[in-house]
């Protein structure tokens, strides 16, 4: 099984700043990698799929990078409504893993 | 718009079987190209894939749970369901019915249904 690691746990920002998260994988995921946004009470919402496509209706400041095992979202300028837990997902073999989640935070 | 929904007991007794049902509505479940599947997530904790189904029948189940699961569809009634036997206080959690597309991602999630475990 494909594990994957988040970095970090917690990340506290202020508005307006620019936001890193990493997803690691433990071994190479081609590009079969997505992101998710979710809000206290709320089903997660796709932000990223394949790595770096945005879904339908999401803002341009969210875009996703990597390949193999090292996948970063980044957040270009937050907004009063990015602050959530974000979570990587991986497909391999047809088997799904998401990764522990990154809380992003106010600072 | 395509929107999901969950249905079913959110109270289930230890050693009996938890059984779910996802309606879809405003698409045919039938579509080709979409993977039918259930996620789940324990409280405060994050998400576990369970399986899922194409229209077709072919079912993929998360191996760790692959011994108590069946997920079917009965597209008659657009829907898809999940049963989950010998349940134990760990299988406590909000499931997800959720729609996956591109072949590695979920882009519509049902709003997820509390069920506990507990005698």
């Known amino acids: 099984e494909i594990v994957l690691t988040q970095s970090p746990a917690t990340l506290s920002l202020s508005p307006g700043e620019r936001a890193t998260l990493s997803c690691r994988a433990s071994?190479?995921?081609?590009?079969?990698l997505a992101w998710y946004q979710q809000k206290p009470g709320q089903a997660p919402r796709l932000l990223i799929y394949d790595a770096s496509n945005r879904a339908t209706g999401i803002p341009a400041r969210f875009s996703g990078s990597g390949s193999g095992t090292d996948f970063t979202l980044t957040i270009s300028s937050l907004e009063p409504e990015d602050f959530a837990v974000y979570y990587c997902q991986q497909r391999s073999n047809w088997l799904f893993t998401f990764g522990p989640g990154t809380k992003v935070d106010i600072k | 718009q395509v929107q999901l929904q969950e249905s079913g007991p959110g109270l289930v007794k230890p050693s009996q079987t938890l059984s779910l049902t996802c309606t879809v509505s405003?698409?045919?479940?039938?579509?080709?190209?979409?993977?039918w599947s259930w996620i789940r997530q324990h409280p405060g904790k994050g998400l576990e894939w369970i399986g899922y189904?194409?229209?077709?029948?072919?079912?993929y189940y998360n191996p760790s749970l692959k011994s108590r699961v069946t997920i079917s569809v009965d597209t008659s009634k657009n829907q898809f369901s999940l049963k989950l036997s010998s349940v134990t206080a760990a299988d406590t959690a909000v499931y997800y019915c959720a729609r996956g597309v591109n072949e590695d991602a979920f882009d519509i999630w049902g709003q997820g249904t509390m069920v506990t475990v507990s005698s």
């Open positions: 405003g698409g045919s479940i039938s579509s080709g190209g979409y993977y």
């Open positions: 189904i194409y229209y077709s029948g072919s079912t």
């Open positions: 071994q190479s995921v081609s590009s079969y």
